[in-house]
């Protein structure tokens, strides 16, 4: 069964001090893997789609990366604005393009 | 802006009720899919629809059903409320590709059920 965690479930960092969130994934043939930000009460705002195991993409102050068994998304030197809920999900090869999301990460970084 | 707007943004709803939640997708994409999204968790997926049809279909009763109109816009209808449908109702859209495509979400419909 195609299954997505993350890890940690909430992370508190103070400003400026840079951290991973973590996405072990579970699938049966990957199209894409996809990270995504969102605000309270807000829909996910789409931040990366990674291919393949190697592959890097860089946003401002995050770099998502990806292995055959994981994605880490990495946070540098973060700001209070970054505070938000990051979610994981992935697409298998086969059938439609449904999304099978983690359940997110709590992020808050205070000054 | 994703260009997907959802429509209502709030509403409370008794439990045996009907509902129906409505989404404009972004011009060009003729792929729009339903998530729910209970609190403190990640949506799950409902359904997809792809030029008017259903093509894929989440863990979800038969109460759950959609449309999609020739225009890309869409509606979830969700019949016989139950508590447990209160969530967040997400619709998404894309245009499909070989590649993984990217989904674009609205900002979603708050469902309250009493």
């Known amino acids: 069964e195609d299954q997505v965690t993350q890890s940690p479930e909430a992370l508190r960092l103070q400003e400026g001090e840079s951290s991973s969130l973590n996405c072990s994934y579970t699938?049966?043939?990957?199209?894409?893997l996809f990270w995504y930000r969102q605000d309270p009460g807000k829909g996910p705002e789409f931040l990366f789609t990674?291919?393949?195991a190697g592959e890097e993409k860089e946003k401002e102050r995050l770099k998502a990366t990806l292995t055959k068994k994981e994605s880490f998304l990495h946070i540098t030197a973060p700001k209070p604005e970054d505070s938000a809920t990051y979610l994981c999900?992935?697409?298998?090869?086969?059938?439609?393009?449904?999304?099978?999301f983690g359940a997110g990460t709590r992020l808050a970084v205070h000054p | 802006e994703t260009g997907v707007t959802q429509s209502p943004t709030h509403l409370i709803k008794t439990r045996g009720q009907q509902v129906t939640l409505r989404c404009s997708s972004q011009?060009?994409?003729?792929?729009v899919s339903w998530y729910q999204q209970a609190l403190g968790q990640g949506p799950q997926f409902i359904f997809q629809?792809?030029?008017?049809?259903?093509?894929g279909r989440g863990n979800f009763p038969p109460r759950f059903s959609g449309l999609q109109f020739p225009n890309y816009s869409s509606e979830l209808n969700v019949n016989a409320l139950e508590l447990d449908d209160s969530a967040l109702y997400l619709c998404?859209?894309?245009?499909?590709?070989?590649?993984?495509?990217?989904?674009?979400f609205g900002e979603g419909s708050w469902l309250t059920v009493v």
């Open positions: 011009s060009g994409h003729n792929t």
């Open positions: 990674l291919y393949s």
């Open positions: 629809y792809y030029r008017e049809e259903e093509n």
């Open positions: 998404a859209s894309s245009i499909p590709t070989d590649r993984a495509n990217t989904i674009y």
């Open positions: 699938v049966s043939g990957l199209r894409g």
């Open positions: 999900a992935v697409q298998a090869l086969r059938g439609y393009n449904k999304l099978i």
